[in-house]
């Protein structure tokens, strides 16, 4: 049996309805396998994962996945929307296999086919990384309080008054924030602060920030 852990926030269930029937007609057909889908990125179910699927955002690449640390074998595969508009820095994407949202069925076939037949080939072994070098983004004290005034739906304007600072400074942060992690709208930075937000990821202050915020308005 092989394990599958799939992780998507945004639309359970539709896309990761489709990879279910995908990932268990493909084991089925080609390797006379049963599967077992799991949704829950924990890090139980990552060690023990045959084959981790994550649903990526604009910028999420460049953040940490602490679960993975738990991983002890397998493929990762990453479902992005541009695969020509994204990086990956982390130690834990450095193997990672990077597939369009919308590819085919036939070429993710064709990528999951070679990379699940690589790993049941004599001698395969796993390289684990750490840490120690890993170059995820990070975000400073100033920039957390700006951004968790964007996430709460203020403006540029607003998050100046809200924090008593010159709009011109809130807009330089907001640029550079934009520029570190490849993003090109507000609608992208918003759907990165909500995945921020929803995972025990590096920054976890910004989730911590907003909660004590929220809780003191």
């Known amino acids: 049996m092989s394990y599958v852990k799939y992780s998507d926030s945004r639309n359970r269930s539709i896309f990761s309805a489709g990879l279910h029937e995908f990932f268990e007609d493909f084991f089925k057909h080609n390797f006379h396998r049963a599967i077992t889908f799991n949704l829950a990125l924990t890090h139980e179910n990552v060690s023990q ?13 460049l953040t940490c ?10 493929i990762v595969l990453g479902f992005v929307d ?6 990956a820095l982390p130690s834990c994407f450095q193997d990672i296999i990077f597939l369009p949202r ?38 400073s004290r100033q920039q957390i309080r700006i951004l ?13 008054q809200a924090l008593e600072m010159s709009q011109k400074t809130v807009f330089t942060h907001k640029y550079m924030l934009m520029q570190k992690f ?6 992208e930075l918003i759907v990165l602060l ?16 907003l909660k004590i915020i929220m809780q003191n308005r």
């Open 49 to 61: 994962a045959d084959i981790i699927v994550l649903s990526l955002c604009q910028g999420e690449t």
């Open 65 to 74: 996945f602490p679960e993975l640390l738990a991983r002890q074998k397998g």
């Open 82 to 87: 541009d695969e020509l508009r994204f990086s």
């Open 102 to 139: 919308r590819a085919s069925l036939d070429r993710i076939s064709g990528v999951l086919f070679i990379a699940w037949f690589r790993t049941q080939l004599p001698g395969y072994t796993w390289t684990k990384h750490n840490c120690f070098d890993c170059q995820h983004k990070g975000l």
């Open 148 to 160: 968790v005034n964007f996430y709460r739906g203020l403006s540029v304007v607003q998050t100046a």
């Open 182 to 187: 490849n993003l090109r709208s507000d609608y």
């Open 194 to 209: 909500r995945r921020l937000m929803e995972k025990k990821s590096r920054p976890t202050c910004f989730a911590i920030t």
